[in-house]
């Protein structure tokens, strides 16, 4: 009689436990999918230009059933972006450098990222297209420039102690720091478009920055 009820416990405690447990791995599973497919079209045709529909049918998913991961296309848009930059805020935080090594220290983690894994390519250039388009949703757009001009702020102020420390070459800090990222936002452009390129290394754009005078003292 033990060994029956202990059977029929198992059966239904364990098992259930198991079946809940594979569930959550399907459903996580399933959400990975429709993350990697959205981010795929988004970034091939733009916010606007990519459907609900188009997104379901990559996916073999109904309409309706995507509707329960992503109450909408524009909750599963956000999702997207909001990944992106915390990565990029996650990255950055952990950069307490001095000034040039800083910025040396992102281009490294740029370049290393979006050559490990693709998908921190897409994501950043569909993080900077969403930020310039018409078509992003106001809410969406102001989350993005706040972060970035968070992100700016730091690097100017970076910079600016940078120069007063001799490393950094003087020149209006914001246009100098709008320069670096220009560099960077060209070359992940240019990278996304074609892999087999070379990236350039990261000390040809340092030494836009860095104070040459100081060598030659």
Request: aromatic share 12%.
């Amino acid at each position: 009689m033990y060994n029956l009820v202990e059977y029929l416990f198992n059966e239904y405690f364990f098992n259930k436990k198991g079946k809940i447990r594979m569930r959550k791995e399907q459903k996580e599973k399933r959400n990975e999918e429709i993350i990697n497919t959205a981010l795929e079209l988004f970034s091939k045709y733009g916010y606007a230009d990519t459907k609900v529909t188009d997104i379901a049918k990559a996916v073999n998913m109904s309409t309706g059933l995507l509707f329960h991961y992503y109450e909408s296309k524009e909750k599963l848009y956000f999702t997207l972006l909001e990944r992106g930059i915390e990565e990029i805020n996650n990255k950055m935080k952990n950069l307490i450098k001095e000034p040039i090594d800083y910025f040396r220290c992102v281009l490294d983690t740029v370049f290393s990222n979006i050559q490990e894994n693709f998908q921190s390519a897409q994501i950043y250039v569909l993080i900077k297209r969403a930020a310039n388009s018409e078509t992003t949703p106001k809410e969406i757009k102001k989350y993005i420039l706040d972060n970035f001009r968070r992100i700016f702020d730091i690097n100017i102020t970076k910079l600016i102690l940078g120069q007063s420390k001799g490393q950094i070459k003087k020149g209006n800090p914001e246009a100098m720091v709008k320069l670096f990222w220009d560099c960077i936002d060209g070359i992940v452009s240019s990278y996304i478009m074609d892999t087999s390129r070379p990236l350039p290394e990261p000390e040809w754009i340092i030494d836009m920055l860095k104070n040459h005078s100081l060598a030659s003292d």
